[in-house]
């Protein structure tokens, strides 16, 4: 079987948010013959961009197919993967890189951040070839990780929660039809603060990517939201222009 090439001083770190019922989490792997916790992430291959790497890495964790990807940063300290915490020989000792490949891991490389946010209760968790586990983490919940990869995660909540004021998020975090409490709930978990819901409801309306239907969700005595869907060709267009801040 032909070995795969992988460029050796370039990788992408994938920070990859899973968001359900009001909680946002975060998607980590341990490694196996070392106990410690890290971002998903990899080497790039010599015939791929940079954006498919990413692409392939969170399919890999996430069996999920199209997910938005957002670049956020470089990190190119030399001294960035060196962590007296990991033995490489002993989690790479079976890896499926020739030893070329292997000494790759020991050398400075770039690493570019992307992160992307999914509905983690309809993500497969799949262990990668030197995973020994893979688990959804609470923010509140993360563990010391290798390398700086804490950081990687302070950095990418910054980009995610300056994204979501200019681009529109939701369309793969909620049902096809949804109540404005549930699509304010998400906007409020992302940006762990509390919005003036008369305020939220009338700019996301303005926006355009909300569509009001004429069905109602009976919730409980004298309580029957209405239900609202994306607007499939303005929120396409929001997602590549940016739309006014909401907040």
């Not at 890189?97 to 790759?104: A, L, M, T």
């Not at 010391?144 to 950095?155: E, G, P, S, T, V």
């Not at 305020?199 to 004429?214: E, P, Q, V």
């Not at 069905?215 to 060709?233: D, S, W």
Request: aromatic fraction near 12%.
């Amino acid at each position: 079987m032909k070995s795969i090439s992988y460029l050796s001083h370039l990788s992408v770190d994938n920070v990859i948010f899973g968001y359900h019922n009001k909680q946002l989490k975060v998607l980590l792997m341990k490694l196996r013959n070392n106990g410690h916790w890290m971002l998903p992430g990899g080497f790039v291959k010599e015939d791929e961009s940079i954006l498919n790497a990413a692409k392939r890495v969170a399919h890999e964790r996430t069996g999920l197919d199209q997910l938005y990807l957002n670049q956020f940063k470089t990190y190119g300290d030399p001294q960035r993967n060196k962590d007296s915490r990991i033995e490489k020989q002993k989690v790479y000792q079976k890896y499926t890189f020739d030893q070329k490949e292997v000494n790759i891991v020991d050398s400075y490389f770039v690493s570019i951040g992307y992160y992307t946010l999914t509905e983690f209760s309809k993500v497969e968790i799949q262990l990668g070839p030197v995973d020994e586990d893979c688990q959804w983490f609470a923010l509140d919940e993360i563990p010391h990780l290798l390398y700086d990869h804490n950081q990687l995660i302070k950095d990418a909540l910054i980009a995610l929660r300056f994204h979501v004021d200019h681009y529109p998020i939701g369309k793969k975090l909620l049902e096809k039809k949804f109540t404005m409490p549930e699509i304010q709930a998400l906007y409020e978990t992302i940006l762990e603060k509390s919005i003036d819901r008369r305020n939220f409801s009338k700019k996301i309306m303005k926006s355009g990517i909300l569509i009001k239907l004429d069905e109602q969700r009976n919730i409980g005595a004298h309580r029957a939201p209405y239900l609202y869907t994306f607007h499939e060709e303005k929120y396409a267009e929001a997602l590549q222009n940016g739309i006014a801040s909401f907040f």
